[in-house]
């Protein structure tokens, strides 16, 4: 079981940054894809980016493409999402996810964390 727990959430002014942030806990993340989720208010969750195990790799949704930045750190288990020059369509709850590295599904959810963006 992996427990995850985002944090890094709030409110900000259109143009502005913010840096999401998911705690791991109970096993390591270096043996899961890890993923950034969003879900808008009346909208379906949709895929935002993930990185694979290493760090080798990642990839963007094309909406966030240029302005977000996922990274991992496994010694500290802990995955970051930075957004910049962010957009009030960017609103919504953010999720991280963890697949393990031989499955496409995403297992393991975090709680969300709010993120606003103000115009």
């Known amino acids: 079981q992996v427990q995850l727990v985002e944090s890094g959430g709030g409110l900000v002014q259109a143009g502005g940054s913010l840096r999401l942030s998911c705690a791991a806990s109970?096993?390591?993340?270096?043996?899961?894809?890890m993923g950034w989720f969003r879900q808008a208010p009346g909208k379906e969750r949709e895929f935002v980016a993930y990185i694979t195990r290493n760090g080798s790799g990642t990839m963007y949704a094309d909406s966030v493409k240029g302005r977000f930045t996922i990274s991992r750190d496994n010694v500290k288990n802990t995955v970051y999402l930075q957004m910049n020059s962010l957009v009030p369509r960017d609103t919504a709850v953010y999720y991280c996810?963890?697949?393990?590295?031989?499955?496409?599904?995403?297992?393991?959810w975090g709680q969300g964390t709010q993120v606003t963006v103000s115009s």
């Open positions: 996810a963890a697949a393990p590295w031989y499955r496409s599904q995403y297992d393991y």
């Open positions: 109970g096993r390591t993340i270096s043996d899961y894809r």
